[in-house]
């Protein structure tokens, strides 16, 4: 099982990126599909999840109404965009897969699966 991110890079405040997390050797609607992002020295941060059959999205008050997370059901790959991009915003972000939206977990090994994270940085 792989999870792929991509899309990660270097931004202006105010800009947008989209990342993209491909998966393999299952499909989306098996899990819940999870981005987290982490910051130098900080906790692991729980940004927003998708459920897997109905696909209804929950966000993290830090990102609601910038981020967007969404399925590409026929690449099988999970995406976020992410809008209006802030200094703050700046971590490695990852995604994952559960059982559950896992917005109290503490750990990347808490998720059934994960990918290896794609470096966002928000600067001037």
């Known amino acids: 099982v792989q999870l792929v991110e991509s899309g990660g890079g270097l931004v202006q405040p105010g800009g947008s990126l989209r990342l993209s997390c491909a998966a393999s050797?299952?499909?989306?609607?098996?899990?819940?599909m999870t981005w987290v992002r982490q910051a130098p020295g900080k906790d692991l941060e729980w940004l927003s999840t998708?459920?897997?059959?109905?696909?209804?999205?929950s966000y993290a008050d830090s990102v609601k109404g910038r981020f967007t997370i969404s399925k590409d059901n026929p690449k099988n790959t999970l995406i976020m965009q992410m809008n209006s991009l802030k200094p703050q915003d700046t971590a490695v972000y990852y995604c994952?897969?559960?059982?559950?939206?896992?917005?109290?977990?503490?750990?990347?090994?808490?998720?059934?699966?994960r990918g290896q994270g794609t470096q966002v940085t928000v600067s001037s």
């Open positions: 994952a897969a559960g059982i559950g939206s896992g917005r109290y977990y503490s750990s990347l090994t808490d998720y059934k699966y």
């Open positions: 050797e299952f499909t989306l609607s098996t899990y819940y």
């Open positions: 998708i459920s897997p059959i109905y696909s209804t999205p």
